[in-house]
């Protein structure tokens, strides 16, 4: 998706292992979020920011961080991968906030192994 | 506490069908329903979004109704085609909150 780039798009790591997961963005927008999509459970938000250095928890943040140093990066890090955490990672980017739409990327698959 | 609750979870509309999709939602102070399209290996996109001071929503095929009183809205694709098949997510949000409220999402399948 234009203007919003998610690496790796895909990943395979050991239970135990830490994982970072990078969001990148060149529109230059303020908010930027990390949801995971699972069959049966739609998209459930993880982390958010709303700027560089604001970061705040979202509905199932357990064991999960996240930083922002910069407003066109934000990384999502699983201290020590579980199973549970097998999942599709999303980002999303908001210029106005949610009330203006969100852009997602186009997702990182994560198997946990 | 799922605030906002999506239906069908999977649905099958014959091509040139009218498919409907669901949503209600429980907290009052939500006054931005979005609607997300997702085609499989893609991120969603954001498709239409109502607010409550309006009862419907008509952007060409899809429509958004909405009914404040019952705490519920439907996205309804008229003439429905093949290249419709996706996954729909409805959304909810309130002034000041920076963050979305998803449904569980619907698998709509347009067959020939």
């Known amino acids: 998706d234009a203007g919003i780039t998610q690496s790796p798009r895909h990943k395979v790591t050991e239970t135990g292992t830490p994982v970072t997961l990078r969001c990148h963005q060149t529109e230059n927008h303020r908010y930027m979020y990390w949801y995971r999509q699972d069959p049966g459970h739609g998209l459930r938000l993880i982390h958010y920011?709303?700027?560089?250095?604001?970061?705040d928890k979202g509905e199932v943040s357990d064991g999960y961080s996240v930083s922002r140093s910069k407003t066109e990066d934000f990384l999502l890090t699983l201290e020590s991968a579980t199973s549970s955490q097998t999942s599709v990672y999303f980002c999303?980017?908001?210029?106005?906030?949610?009330?203006?739409?969100?852009?997602f990327g186009s997702g990182t698959r994560l198997t946990v192994v | 506490q799922q605030q906002v609750k999506q239906s069908p979870q999977s649905l099958i509309v014959q091509k040139g069908g009218i498919s409907i999709i669901n949503c209600a939602y429980e907290?009052?102070?939500?006054?931005?329903f979005p609607w997300y399209q997702q085609f499989p290996g893609k991120g969603p996109a954001l498709l239409i979004a109502i607010r409550p001071d309006v009862s419907e929503k008509k952007e060409g095929r899809f429509t958004i109704s909405f009914n404040k009183s019952a705490k519920q809205f439907s996205l309804h694709i008229m003439d429905s085609q093949p290249g419709d098949s996706a996954t729909y997510f409805c959304?909810?949000?309130?002034?000041?909150?920076?963050?979305?409220?998803f449904g569980k999402g619907t698998k709509l399948s347009v067959i020939p």
């Open positions: 920011s709303y700027g560089v250095k604001d970061t």
């Open positions: 999303a980017i908001s210029d106005m906030g949610v009330a203006y739409g969100y852009t």
């Open positions: 907290n009052t102070a939500f006054d931005y």
């Open positions: 959304a909810a949000s309130e002034t000041g909150s920076y963050q979305l409220t």
